[in-house]
C-alpha cells in the first residue's frame, strides 16, 4: 500500500526533450507539493497545490508546468529539458494547506545527456 | 544567513556513541519543527516532530531553544542502521505555507 507514488523511478533522456512525470497519493490529503534535490542533496521546494489550486511556485523556469488534475494527483510536465535539470525530484503530500508534516514518494531520478 | 542551517558533517562515530545534531532557524516566528531521515538514495522520512517541551522517542530526543533559535537531535546508543543524513525541517511562517529543509547532516556510524 504505497502512501505516496510516483512514476517513473528513473528517467534518462536527450537535452531539449519533453517528459513528465507522476505523482499519486492515496493518504486523503489536500496538498501535494514538488521538490527539486540537485547533487548538493539540497531540497528545494518548486510547487505545491491545495485541493488544485496553486498556491506556491517557487522561483522555477516555465518551462516547469505542474498540473493537478484532482487532489490525489500532480504531475510535472518539463518542456525542452537542459543539462541542469539533472536531480532528483520528490512528490509530497500533507494533511493540511502546506507547514505541516509532509509525506514523500520515492523520487525520480533524472537524467538528461 | 540560511533560513535552516546544519553542520553538514559527516559524523563518524562508533556504535554504542552518543552524538548530537544542532539546527538553526532564522525566524523567530516559525511555527513547527521537525527532523527528517534521509538514507542514501532514497526519500527522505519523518523521524519525529519536536514540541516546545522536548520529546523523546525511543534513543532519540529532540529539543526546542526558540530563545536562541535552534533545535537539536541527540542519537544515544548509536546502531549501524541510524547511519543516514539528518534533515532538519522548519515551517518557518513567512505566510509561504511551507516546509523549509536544511542541507542535512550526515552520521556515519562504525562497527
Known amino acids: 500500500d504505497t502512501a505516496v507514488s510516483q512514476t517513473p523511478k528513473y528517467l534518462v533522456t536527450q537535452m531539449g526533450n519533453d517528459k513528465s512525470i507522476k505523482c499519486e497519493q492515496n493518504?486523503?490529503?489536500?496538498?501535494m507539493y514538488w521538490y527539486k534535490q540537485d547533487s548538493k542533496k539540497f531540497l528545494k521546494i518548486m510547487f505545491s497545490y491545495n485541493n488544485k489550486e496553486l498556491i506556491i511556485n517557487e522561483t522555477v523556469p516555465n518551462r516547469f508546468s505542474p498540473k493537478s488534475p484532482d487532489k490525489a494527483h500532480l504531475n510535472l510536465h518539463i518542456n525542452s529539458l537542459e543539462l541542469g535539470d539533472s536531480a532528483v525530484y520528490f512528490c509530497?503530500?500533507?494533511?493540511?494547506?502546506?507547514?505541516?508534516?509532509?509525506?514523500f514518494g520515492p523520487g525520480t531520478r533524472l537524467l538528461v545527456l | 544567513r540560511k533560513e535552516v542551517e546544519q553542520d553538514p558533517g559527516p559524523f563518524n562515530v562508533p556504535e554504542g556513541a552518543t552524538v548530537a545534531f544542532n539546527c538553526t532557524y532564522s525566524n523567530s516566528a516559525s511555527q513547527s519543527f521537525f527532523w527528517y531521515r534521509q538514507d542514501c538514495r532514497k526519500e527522505p522520512k519523518l523521524l519525529m516532530s519536536v514540541y516546545s517541551s522536548g520529546n523523546e522517542d525511543g534513543r532519540f530526543t529532540a529539543q526546542l531553544n526558540r530563545a536562541s533559535q535552534y533545535i537539536s537531535l541527540l542519537i544515544r546508543d548509536s546502531k549501524l542502521s541510524d547511519s543516514a543524513t539528518y534533515l532538519c525541517?522548519?515551517?518557518?511562517?513567512?505566510?509561504?505555507?511551507?516546509?523549509?529543509f536544511g542541507s542535512g547532516t550526515r552520521l556515519q556510524v562504525q562497527p
Open positions: 509530497a503530500s500533507s494533511l493540511g494547506r502546506g507547514g505541516e508534516t509532509q509525506y
Open positions: 525541517v522548519v515551517n518557518l511562517d513567512t505566510g509561504r505555507r511551507a516546509l523549509t
Open positions: 493518504l486523503g490529503h489536500d496538498t
